[in-house]
């Protein structure tokens, strides 16, 4: 059933009696071309994309809990591609692009909304490095300004300009950067994938990689084994876990990330704010909520919940670059789990196994990622190639040095 | 992690005291070649369960430990002072 | 408005008054009120308006679980939204506003949302808003955004202070109800250490709307003298208006102290929040019991209430909830509620309860109808009528209030925060605590006991356990025997109530109807935690407190499962709201992060300099002179001064390190890229530090005080990292070595004096020989200063390029010692100068900072490929060094480079093109790392990163920013502008 306000009107007119169900609650099939494992945003889009743009038919999305039930569901869901690095630019740019069309490609409104993303600087180094950032993103065509104190002050008067510790000296801006209402990301992928005829299987855990001569042959699951052509990772925070069952251990390590709403106010926030003199960074949902969040808890865990002194930190920056917050109160608080790689970017490449893919490392930004890293994984398992924008994320690149280190901090994940 | 380390010098102290690094491994000899040193300085078992990890006493007595922690339900069940804990492996 | 206040009882102050207003009109209450029962005494029913379909709101519970009575309170900087009425304590002055309507409370055009409402099901929006694209941003987002939200909060700043304070005690009680009073007094007795807390401003919880006796006294007597006896032990710690929020790792608390939320005006001297961070051995969970509302037609109309909360407010409050009352109940606590409106006089319609054989033991006035269910309320505004349906048909009631219970929840939120799953009971139709908790054991109601008994001694029970397993002789407190208490049968299941026709709100605040969940089901979307996001069921401000198992129950019957398999969403972190600033204590402002001053800040200030944040530091940037137009020119003074006087810069903040110990040479030889095996005693020498992977991770100059003694000093930004990276070595990978290390960084101030005449000013306070045969580059050695009054160092070495030294003394004299100096180079015309100059002078000198230095580059990038050495076997980072990325030809290297024409000028961060090239990623070639005018050359001048920088010195190429629009045109050359023989420093 296609989405739209006359099928609002006319299921409204007949008492909401004919609603479909949004995607199928499908058997398992003995055997697919390609397996997906992760049925969150990435694997959903993987699937999304394989089916639409590269003609693959017999697909399965497996995905141990319900859809959307990982990192899609509790992020802060920020979107933009104020990236650096060549390596890592064109592929964010390519996501959001992806974004800006994606509403009308899958027929459900994931309210993208372009209000802006803006990176404070407090220094003269800062504002060097926001500088060299903004003129890389302008190098490949993707919007930057430079903004000084008196810019953000128009812009956003409520911040601490007065009274700072570490005063505002501008800021860096990306117009098209903005939030993404996230679970309906999950969905929106999940109904297109199904009305492609992409069995989405819930509550279906991997348990093992089945492998004859060096080639994948299935999974075993908790619903039985199931044959595939090709197996493909999206397991985010629990990769490690998934790939070992193929005797595969990874440049990754799997971190805490809190993320926190507000209760509900009149708009208060226009765009995303992101501090820089410490861990924070704020926008309202469309409801209402503030959401914001600040820095990993630093240490490896695969608890989905984080630590007080944490939320404390995160709460001191946040009131330090906005102190009318202080009488706002915190609503709730979350953690995901991370897949930190050990340079803080992302990996989509083959592995040693001939057809076992894999598509982790997302850091704390596997969201904007989500359209396209579907796309360039599903370039790269139905064409055995990378897609153009992610030839940067293989595997091997840390044995090579040839890393895509952002922030330069090395083999060390809780700093990226 | 814990809210509370118990560290082996100062007892049991806030996290924010001390400075994690990530898994306690065994530096490779400079000889070991360069896939013993990729899979030290790159690799991670980053395992569900009991890890060992270097954590350091920054705001207490500076000492490197060795927290023995599990990722998912962050229970510490030891933690010991890191030279000794070596020096025990090298000196046996 | 009539009053509904009864003319005696309660537990408030009649002889304290209280003036207050809502909605600009004056309304009085007394001490004791809360918000909400004194609105409800002055007749105000309607409070608030819903989320979405702006439907007529009134006071539903008396606690932390209220969705609808949320206000606006306070004034100007002071305004808070959000506020729940019946966790406010009435204060004199207390002004609220209502929210999320316009233009008023009683008329409010969004109401028209309901006429739509069959196009506004749950999820509607995923379905249109999609075309055309732009319209989202610009019509359709700015309409929901501005319609969505709950109160409007102010943009100034917070004028109140916040506080946070650790506790440890071995039992934490958290409720003060019967189970935690009766635990508390069990340990408390026995001696345990005790932190009671409560989130009411009157300990007691139900007891306090009780009017059961025990032992003779009635419930709120029985509660003071608990309260009394606790309040009396030392070893006992009473929080009341305090939040337990969170249950953390370790056994961790969190919990907000509103010391001085209930006030007019708060005392400045004393924060309005506190955050509690509380370590205990054990705790016990008393948070007591959740009614559920009943799902049926109009459940929300102003003056239905939860018959809890009816109770609260008749008993404690002394408030009548209307002139006409029906109970709606699936358990025997609707009929207490009706023995204690009929003792108060007030009519008592009819108790409808849906099962065959409830309240058997109830011998009041009202009709009984068994078998009923209440399918629908009447009256908009407020309620006027309801229909009943029972076994003989419907029937309508005129009523203006009901009460509804639907049974108890246990309140498990904080007993599932460490990742513990609820366990479904059918017994009790509840989710009950997970089993096997650790360091939290839930009692009392919070397990699902319902009668003041059972509580009471089961609070006593797992106290005594509690203290007992801490090493306390514990034995259960005992109570007097119990009279007039309701009986304890358990509900009858009733999700919702079947034939409703108007809306069957399970969600109050999000507008989430039974219908709702229905349609979530239908459309995929029945895993509870899909339906939860899908409808927002349960993301309100109570975060589902209210109507979690109701959507639950709806679910299972849709799903046609049990509620077991169903399950609960989590329960995450907070119970209930907490404030940023309770969250961020005394950090805000400039006391964000604490400042560090160098020793030598005073002496700087007192010289003028104009000082910059750098990391905690506050670093003299440049020192402006009377007559000077802008920053430039004084650093412009400054660099020249150097160049042909002197100039004295603070560099104290850099990182000091002491290195002591038989195996000190060995430790830097292995953690410097570079040699030190050898360096003699009082030399001093550059060093490289990588990281394990390769990347260059610090540089400074480390000199040899004794033969097993260095003095090393790490840049500003790593020196606290440094000392860790050292201490890991040391201790972690070669134990074996026999080596010390401290951090004196704050045990000596630093000063460079660099310049032509910088010698022959120290000659005048240094008592050895500093001339060039005596003291030549690179020495480094103790030195007595003004005729042995002072011991210090002093080092040769050059940042600026120019014979320069730095000395240091120990911090105390600094500022003497600055002082003398100026003094002392006063006709050598020696001058201050700050980072600014410090900047231009290395820059035209090639010397590298973490602008370059910035974790992507190795020795060969920067040109300090033969520093890192061949000959020793092992250093940190050597084995990772060889890898083909990392020695690629094409990697960025570090030139000069200069605008052709001098009057043009460039940016750092600035990109680099080749010639005529077009601005695109691939024809990136690097960019600006550092720049400067240089008053030597000129002209602007830069390093960079560039690829194959070392082989292209002499090309031209373009400078591009295309932030700000420029171009210049330029020319790489070597990294060094200035004396490139280095002729001057030897001098």
Known sequence: MRYSALSLLWNGLRGNRDWKPAWRQPQPKPHYDVIIVGGGGHGLATAYYLAKEFGIANIAVLEKNYIGSGNVGRNTTIIRSNYLLPGNNPFYELSMKLWEGLERDFNFNAMVSQRGVLNLYHSDAQRDANMRRGNAMRLHGVDAELLDTDEVRRMVPFLDFDNARFPIKGGLLQRRGGTVRHDAVAWGYARGADSRDVDIIQGCEVTGIRRENGRVTGVETSRGFIGCGKLALAAAGNSSQVARMADLKLPLESHVLQAFVSEGLKPFIDGVITFGAGHFYVSQSDKGGLVFGGDIDGYNSYAQRGNLATVEHVAEAGKAMIPALSRLRVLRSWGGIMDMSMDGSPIIDRTLIDNLYLNAGWCYGGFKATPASGFCFAHLIARNAPHETATAFRLDRFQRGYLIDEKGQGAQPNLH | MASLVPCPHCGSRPKEEFTVKGAALKRPSPEAGADAWFDYVYLRDNPRGGYEEYWHHTAGCRRWLIVDRDTATHQVTSCRDAASASAKEHGA | MTSYRLPQGGLIDRSKPLSFAFDGKPMLGFEGDSLASALLANGCRLVGRSFKYHRPRGILTAGAAEPNALMTIGRGARTEPNIRATMQELHAGLEARSQN???????????????????????????????????????????????????????????????????????????????????????????????????????????????????????????????????????????????????????????????????????????????????????????????????????????????????????????????????????????????????????????????????????????????????????????????????????????????????????????????????????????????????????????????????????????????????????????????????????????????????????????????????????????????????????????????????????????????????????????????????????????????????????????????????????????????????????????????????????????????????????????????????????????????????????????????????????????????????????????????????????????????????????????????????????????????????????????????????????????????????????????????????????????????????????????????????????????????????????????????????????????????????????????????????????????????????????????????????????????????????????
């Open chain 3, 101 to 987: 309507r316009w233009p008023s409370l009683a008329f409010d055009i969004g109401a028209l949302n309901g006429l739509l409402s069959p196009f506004l099901g749950a999820g509607f929006y995923y379905k249109t808003f999609m075309w055309p694209a732009a319209f989202w941003e610009k019509v359709y987002e700015p309409f929901i955004r501005r319609a969505a939200g709950l109160g409007k909060a102010t943009h100034e700043a917070d004028p109140d202070s916040y506080d946070k304070r650790w506790a440890h005690c071995d039992l934490l009680v958290i409720g003060a109800g019967p189970a935690g009073l009766a635990a508390a007094l069990t340990a408390a007795r026995a001696g345990a250490r005790i932190i009671v807390a409560d989130e009411q401003a009157m300990a007691g919880g139900t007891l306090l709307s009780e009017t059961a006796t025990i032992g003779g006294e009635p419930a709120p007597a029985f509660a003071r003298q608990c309260i009394a006896e606790l309040q009396s032990l030392p070893n006992v710690t009473m929080l009341t208006r305090t939040t337990v929020f969170g249950w953390y790792d370790g056994n961790v608390f969190g919990a907000v102290e509103r010391v001085q939320k209930h006030v007019a005006e708060p005392v400045s001297s004393v924060p309005v929040e506190r955050l509690w961070r509380i370590i205990a051995k054990g705790a016990i969970l008393a948070s007591g019991a959740e009614e559920r509302p009943l799902v049926f037609g109009g459940n929300d109309i102003p003056g239905v209430m939860m018959a809890g909360a009816m109770r609260s407010y008749l008993n404690r409050h002394a408030v009548a909830p209307g002139r006409s009352t029906a109970i709606f109940t699936t358990n025997d606590s609707g009929y207490a509620l009706a023995r204690n409106l009929e003792e108060k006089g007030i009519d008592v319609t009819a108790i409808i309860d849906p099962r065959e054989n409830g309240g058997e033991t109830y011998t009041g006035k009202a009709r009984l109808l068994r078998n009923a269910m209440v399918t629908d309320a009447h009256g908009g505004k407020s309620l006027s009528a309801i229909d009943i349906r029972t076994g003989n048909g419907t029937e309508r009631l005129k009523v203006d209030a009901l009460a509804m219970s639907g049974g108890f929840s246990p309140i498990i939120h904080l007993a599932c925060h460490r990742g513990g799953k609820p366990v479904w009971s059918d017994e009790t139709s509840a989710f009950l605590p997970p089993a096997g908790l650790q360091g939290l054991e839930p009692a009392g109601a919070a397990c699902g006991l319902i009668d003041l008994a059972a509580c009471l001694a089961d609070g006593a029970q797992r106290g005594a356990d509690l203290a007992v397993s801490l090493g306390f002789a514990a034995t259960p407190a005992t109570f007097g025997a119990i009279a007039g208490d309701a009986s304890a049968t358990p509900a009858k299941v009733l999700w919702s109530t079947p034939g409703a026709r108007g809306k069957a709100f399970v969600d109050y605040q999000n507008d989430v109807h039974s219908k709702d969940l229905g349609l979530a089901v239908k459309e995929g979307y029945g895993h509870v935690e899909l339906a939860k996001r899908y409808t927002t069921s349960g993301m309100a401000t109570d975060q589902g407190k209210l109507s979690n198992l109701n959507a639950i129950g709806l679910l299972a019957e849709a799903r046609g499962v049990s509620p077991a398999e169903v399950g609960t969403t989590t329960f995450r972190p907070f119970y209930t709201p907490v404030s940023f600033g309770a969250l961020s204590g005394a950090s805000h402002g400039r006391h964000f992060q604490p400042v560090r001053r160098s020793p030598l800040h005073g002496w700087a200030e007192r010289h003028g300099a104009v000082f910059v944040e750098t990391g905690l530091w506050y670093r003299s940037a440049w020192f402006p002179r009377q007559g000077e137009q802008g920053w430039r020119e004084s650093v412009d003074r400054e660099v020249l001064n150097v160049r042909s006087n002197a100039g004295i810069c603070d560099v104290s903040m850099l990182g000091k390190i002491e290195i002591c110990g038989p195996d000190a040479a060995e430790l830097l030889n292995r953690v410097y890229c570079n040699a030190f095996l050898k360096l003699p005693v009082g030399k001093a020498r550059y060093g490289l530090m990588l990281r394990e992977d390769g990347m260059i991770y610090d540089d400074g100059t480390t000199n040899r005080i004794a033969e097993n003694r260095f003095f090393m000093t790490t840049t500003t930004a790593h020196a606290a990292g440094v000392l860790n990276h050292l201490e890991f070595c040391a201790q972690t990978l070669w134990p074996e070595l026999d080596v010390r290390l401290a951090s004196v960084t704050d045990q000596w101030a630093q000063m460079a004096i660099a310049g032509p005449k910088s010698r022959k000013i120290l000659q005048t306070i240094i008592d050895e020989d500093i001339g060039n045969e005596a003291f030549p580059y690179l020495c480094a050695r103790d030195v007595s200063l003004f005729g042995g009054a002072l011991q210090g160092r002093l080092f040769r070495i050059s940042f600026s390029g120019e014979l320069a030294y730095e000395l240091a003394v120990p911090a105390a004299f600094g500022d003497d010692v600055a002082e003398a100096l100026m003094e002392a180079g006063r006709t050598d015309g020696l001058m201050p100068y700050g980072v600014e100059a410090l900047s231009v002078l290395r820059i035209e000198k090639g010397h590298v900072t973490h602008n370059e230095i910035n974790g992507t580059v190795v020795p060969t990038d920067l040109g300090f490929g033969r520093m890192a050495s061949t000959a020793k076997p092992d250093f940190i980072g050597k084995a990772m060094l060889q890898r083909e990325g990392l020695t690629a030809a094409d990697r960025p290297r570090l030139v000069g480079v200069v605008p052709l024409d001098p009057g043009h000028s460039f940016r750092s961060g600035a990109h680099i093109l080749a010639k005529h090239a077009a601005a695109t990623l691939e024809n990136d070639q690097g960019y600006v790392t550092s720049s400067a005018f240089s008053p030597h050359i000129g002209s602007t001048i830069g390093l960079a990163l560039v690829k194959r920088g070392n082989e292209r010195h002499g090309e031209e190429v373009t400078i591009w920013n295309g932030l700000r629009d420029e171009f210049t045109a330029a020319r790489l050359c070597a990294p060094i502008f200035f004396d490139p023989a280095n002729e001057r420093l030897h001098g």
